[in-house]
């Protein structure tokens, strides 16, 4: 796969550093973001769905409370990160509304993106803000999370967002414009790198330390990004956020590198869903279900039958056929629970049973892969030829 123009993804994730955000001295670069913000405007204008991994949640809080040079305490860190948050959402939210956009917040934590209950929770959400033409704009939890305050790892974070989003491409912007084959600032004949296929060992040995004083990261978290990224089939661009407009720069051909993706998101998630978890549960499902499933749709709660096994929310779960064959696995959207409670019955039902509106799918098509047959038609000539 070949690098294709920003226009012709159809959902990016932008990490953006903290040093293109805020100065030490001035603190926020509002016309920097302004002029982002326009590039973001014109991805949208096109139908690409953009979410932002935005830092400088701390250093902004730190210029705000004027704190003293030198490395801050883990109170002063968590103090800086309360009150920056706050400040770097709204003028996230001031910059976005100069072309009509709505921000939303969302605070999350490496553990969020692990965890698959509060994966899916994470993912809803933002899937949601997506779906009404808002901009997610993604940081660390750095308030409550000390273990990232001290390790800093928002190129990573913004990798799993994308991994969970199933963003096509992640733009890593900082005050770095590529991957060099040494660090650039201590080796003046460290070579650029404009395209890499595959993440080797040799690649891996080319990471560099952290190039800021403000940037928490460095080419080390950039290459761990990179890994999490293009195995799940996401395409990852490093490239300069310097200059205004970074991302016009990057389709105008400024340095950057890129890095091919190993497949594409759905295959690559739905490989993991159908092989390297053990499904906790069973979903039986009549005909007309089997039917509905191979066609593409999610799997309702009025074409299951039967529930087996103790699973929560977020588990793999095995589908089997009225044959009692298996055809499909994907991720819980109940807990077995209530599962058993809305067996059989209408969507448009699942709030007066359960007592909150719930979502319309026991098995999201987006959570779910085809492992047996999907016609409901070859299932009823097994069963007729089991009997014959």
Known sequence: MSRKPLARYRRIVIKIGSALLVDRSTGLKKAWL???????AALKQGGVDVLVVSSGAIALG??????????????????????????????????????????????????????????LN???????????????????????ATSEIRYGDNDRLAARVATMTGADLLILLSDIDGLYTAPPHLDPNAQFLETIAEIT???????????????????????????????????????????????????????????APSGTPVTARKTWIAG????????HVDDGAVAALGAGKSLLPAGVRRIVGLFGRGDTIAVIAPSGREIARGLAGYDAEEARQITGRKSSEIEAILGYPGRAA???????????????????????????
């Open 34 to 40: 302004d002029a982002m913000c326009a590039d973001i």
């Open 62 to 119: 730190r210029s705000v409370l004027d704190l003293p040079k030198g490395a801050l305490k883990l109170e002063e860190s968590q103090a800086a990160a309360a009150v920056g948050q706050i400040a770097l959402a709204r003028a996230w939210s001031e910059s976005l509304s100069r072309d009509s956009i709505v921000a939303g917040q969302i605070l999350l934590t490496l553990g969020d993106t692990e965890e698959r209950r509060r994966y």
């Open 122 to 144: 994470a993912r809803a959400t933002i899937s949601q803000l997506l779906k009404i033409g808002a901009v997610p704009i993604i940081n660390e939890n750095d308030t409550v």
């Open 201 to 259: 060992p040799e690649i891996e040995a080319m990471a560099g330390g952290a190039a800021s004083e403000l940037s928490r990261g460095g080419m080390r978290t950039k290459i761990d990004a990179g890994k999490i990224a293009t195995t799940a089939g996401c395409a990852m661009i490093i490239a300069s956020g310097k200059t205004d407009r970074p991302l016009s720069a990057i389709e105008g051909g400024a340095r950057s590198s890129w890095f």
């Open 276 to 283: 390297q978890l053990q499904p906790a549960g069973e979903l």
């Open 362 to 388: 026991m098995v999201h098509r987006d959570d779910l892969v085809m492992t047996g047959p999907s016609n409901s038609k070859s299932e009823k000539q097994e069963k007729d030829a089991a009997h014959a």
